[in-house]
C-alpha cells in the first residue's frame, strides 16, 4: 500500500554456523545448490590469489577438495563445472562420467566369433560320431 514492508521471508530454520543460499521465492538451500553447474568467478585459494578453478582444472588437482578460500568456502563447492563435479549436469565439456552403456564395439563381432566357433565344434562332433556308429 505504500506506507509499510510486507514480511515476504521469515528466518526460521536458518543454520547459524553453514553457509545458506536464499533465492527469492525458493525454499533455504546449501551455498551453491541452487545455483546448477557453475564456478564462483572470484573464488581463490586463502592466501593464495594464483589458485582459482582454472589452475585446479588445468593441473588435474580437483581431487583436493580440503582447500578453501579465506571465507571458508571449499573448491568442492567453489568450482563445480570446471572439475566436473556437477553429476548429471556437468558441462559438455567434461565428457561422459562414469560408466556407460554401450557396449564396446568390438564385443558383438567377438561373442559372434566365438559363437560360430563353438557351433561349428558341436556339428563336426556330430558328424564324427554318426560316422563313428555307423562303421
Known sequence: NGFGFQR????????IDDWVEMGVGR???ALGAARGCSDFPEWNRCNASAWNCSRYQLEERCNETDDSDCEGITM???CKA???LCGADNPASCGAQGGSDELPPWVIPVAAGG??????FFIGCGCYLRRRKSQ
Do not use: H, Q, R, T
Request: hydrophobic share 45%.
Open 82 to 84: 570446471s572439475c566436473c
Open 8 to 15: 515476504v521471508y521469515g528466518w526460521k530454520n536458518v543454520p
Open 76 to 78: 568442492e563447492l567453489a
Open 115 to 120: 559363437g560360430s566357433l563353438l557351433l561349428c
Open 27 to 29: 525454499d533455504i538451500a
